[in-house]
């Protein structure tokens, strides 16, 4: 089946430096992505969903981008803040509301 | 309080013992999962119910067992039949099927 794939396993940025955490899909017939932050030992956290008609959204400090051309999904966290270090996934929808498929996430660590 | 509550938050299971987890959620969702995680992997879907008393099975549903007799309430069962059964267990609800799901606090499974 399609899977989401991530770029980079790690990130790593200065505490106050802007963040870009990027996804890679392959379903063209995916019209629903979503973000999730998960810290050590937690449940995923909801952050922000995008649907295929739009290319970017925005919320408090975080912005994803949806370039649909090339498949990609990236996350942007403004101002990084030690408290945003956690791992970061995307999930996709291909259409059809079988299930979303998730990748298998970047870990960002937030360096003071 | 609003949410989605799993318990119990560490479980040890023995061979051939079956173990429930709990998953309650108070948000009205019509919707619910089970997800597994395991080290460095996506999650991967065990059970979902669209609705009351009706349940499907997701990609890795061999040796577990739920039931949906509430809309509250979406009960997992570990049977002795999962041979692998240590994992980070996740359960989540939607108002929506496969749209926005919000997790709970997640249930660590281990094997005595």
């Known amino acids: 089946g399609e899977s989401v794939g991530l770029h980079l396993p790690t990130l790593s940025v200065q505490e106050g430096d802007n963040s870009i955490i990027n996804c890679a899909y392959s379903?063209?017939?995916?019209?629903?992505f979503i973000w999730y932050k998960q810290e050590s030992g937690k449940g995923p956290q909801f952050i922000i969903d995008i649907r295929s008609n739009m290319d970017k959204r925005q919320g408090q400090r975080v912005t994803v981008l949806l370039n649909k051309t090339v498949k990609h999904l990236s996350l942007q966290i403004a101002a990084t803040q030690p408290g945003d270090s956690a791992v970061y996934f995307c999930a996709e929808n291909p259409g059809s509301a079988r299930q979303l498929t998730f990748g298998s996430g970047t870990q960002l660590t937030v360096l003071p | 309080d609003g949410g989605i509550t799993q318990s119990p938050k560490y479980l040890f299971r023995k061979e051939g013992q079956n173990v429930t987890l709990s998953c309650e959620q108070n948000?009205?969702?019509?919707?619910m999962y089970w997800y597994r995680q395991d080290p460095g992997q996506g999650l991967r879907l065990i059970y979902y119910?669209?609705?009351?008393?009706?349940?499907q099975k997701g990609d890795i549903a061999e040796g577990y067992s739920v039931s949906r007799e509430k809309k509250e309430s979406f009960p997992l069962t570990v049977t002795s039949a999962q041979k692998n059964p240590t994992a980070f267990y996740l359960c989540a609800s939607s108002m929506t099927l496969m749209k926005k799901l919000f997790f709970g606090s997640g249930t660590q499974l281990s094997v005595l």
């Open positions: 948000l009205n969702h019509d919707a």
């Open positions: 379903n063209s017939a995916s019209d629903y």
């Open positions: 119910s669209q609705i009351v008393n009706d349940f």
